[in-house]
């Protein structure tokens, strides 16, 4: 499985950071390039003074994944998040999907939330799922036979 396209949703909340930081450490070791897709949902209204603060947060992100030496663009969506998300995912390359969890109510959205459940049922490629942890600001370290096979060409 060659991963040269991850997507990473973005909403701007505390976890947002340690989702891009697991998504920019897999395409750093990957070689990829990490789509940032922000979607405004439905129902919001968005006025020219929110349209900058939402280009200056992007460009924040997109700023922080550079620097690390990642290729990075983004994408702005309107519409349900789990349907936009999940649009594009089947509509243009993507190999992997990075989100983050929350936790909700019931038993399965309490261990993932409800968006991040539907993109795992419906999405046409692999789903990442970065368990936030509110305690922490160590930066991820990722080791997998996802990733070892990346190096080799072969995975198990």
Known sequence: ????????????SDSCLQVLDYASLLAQNTNAEIILLH????GSTLSSSSNVSLNTLLAD???????????????????LPENCILAYAWTNPVDL????????????????????EAIMRKAPCPV???KINQRTNE???????????????KTK
Do not use: N
């Open 1 to 12: 499985m060659q991963i040269k396209h991850v997507l990473c949703p973005v909403d701007f």
């Open 39 to 42: 979607v405004i949902e439905t």
């Open 61 to 79: 992100y997109e700023k922080r994944i550079r620097e690390k030496g990642v290729l990075v663009r983004w994408e702005i969506m309107a519409g």
């Open 97 to 116: 999907i990075v989100v983050g969890s929350h936790g909700q109510t019931g038993l399965t959205r309490l261990l993932v939330g409800s968006t991040t």
């Open 128 to 130: 990442f799922v970065v």
């Open 139 to 153: 930066p991820p370290a990722i080791e997998t036979d996802v990733l070892r096979g990346q190096e080799t060409g």
